[in-house]
């Protein structure tokens, strides 16, 4: 047998591992995914707009955590559930977008008056905060994904730590953040200080969810990039970290999550826009909340209202 043609058995054979290693992985990812009923129907729901849009939330519990986890993590004993991070991912014909909605934010929650949006969490769960995103924002949300504190540690730890650049120094006593000005991979419990220091930050929940969104980019443009995807020693750590890591609505498989995580890296690699919701003002005080961030009425309704068309989004009124 020649020499050519013995080169393209080889290559052949090593397509078909490659294409029973990928479907196989993909079959067992689809074992692994663990689903919760956030967005069961109720009467009011806003319709259907274009493109796609999810729900991403990061919460807050500690009660999978141990004690000693509890203190290496800063994240104290707080045994209730809340959420530190809400975005919505939208993407279709425009985008992809990121938007943040900021913890603080101020909005009707369905039955409990008016609150923080984080609020919603706690008092009902992911059905009723995916109900009080939908009714603040008009849009109709098609996917729900929760990670909690561990789960995050965890993927970032199996993608052997993520690079992150700071302008300026960043040190947070409540999250545990201590980080000097430059740019340093960091380690599970690193970025979890990182994302979640808000206290020191002059610009308070505001800087955060910036922070939150750059992370969030650089972990997708870790995970897909060619390091990972073509080394099965590392890809099949990683799939199983995320989706340990992952809670999804009953409706979401694994390739809506691929779908999402390659949105994510075109933001993260310039080809879309993260974006904070605008608000009014921060630091107005409403009795029983506290402190909270109010909208820009107008601003943030020409914002959904362009996701819900999906239009590009205005270029100016959002940070």
């Known amino acids: 047998m020649s020499w050519p043609k013995r080169i393209l058995i080889v290559l052949a054979a090593l397509v078909v591992l490659f294409i029973a290693f990928a479907a196989g992985l993909y079959l067992w990812a689809g074992t692994q995914v663990h689903t919760v009923g956030a967005l069961a129907g109720y009467e009011g729901r806003p319709a259907a707009g274009k493109g796609t849009d999810w729900l991403l939330v990061g919460s807050d519990s500690r009660s999978h955590l141990t004690a000693r986890q509890r203190e290496e993590l800063h994240v104290g004993a707080d045994h209730g559930l809340n959420t530190d991070t809400i975005m919505v991912l939208h993407y279709g014909d425009s985008g992809p977008y990121l938007v943040s909605l900021p ?28 109900r009080t995103v939908e009714q603040a924002t008009g849009l ?29 120094p960043l040190r947070d006593e409540k999250s545990g953040a201590d980080f000097d000005r430059g740019c340093r991979d960091m380690n599970g419990a690193q970025a979890l200080a990182y994302v979640r220091a808000r206290y020191s930050d002059p610009q308070g929940d505001l800087g955060r969810v910036k922070r939150q969104q750059r992370f969030l980019g650089a972990v997708a443009d870790r995970m897909l990039g060619a390091s990972v995807l073509l080394n099965p020693f590392r890809l099949v750590p990683v799939v199983d970290a995320g989706l340990s890591a992952l809670t999804v609505d009953k409706g979401t498989g694994v390739w809506d999550l691929g779908r999402m995580g390659w949105s994510m890296k075109q933001i993260a690699d310039g080809g879309g826009r993260s974006v904070t919701v605008p608000v009014a003002g921060p630091g107005q005080d409403r009795p029983g909340a506290g402190d909270v961030l109010v909208w820009d009425e107008a601003g943030a309704r020409r914002l959904f209202d362009a996701l819900r068309a999906d239009r590009p989004i205005p270029t100016s009124g959002t940070n």
């Open 140 to 168: 109709r949300m098609g996917h729900y994904a929760e990670v909690n504190f561990l789960g995050f540690v965890d993927l970032v730890n199996a993608l052997h730590g993520v690079r992150v650049c700071l302008p300026e």
């Open 103 to 130: 913890r603080d934010s101020y909005v009707p929650i369905p039955g409990h008056g008016k609150n923080k949006i984080n609020a919603a969490y706690a008092l009902g769960g992911p059905k009723l905060l995916t």
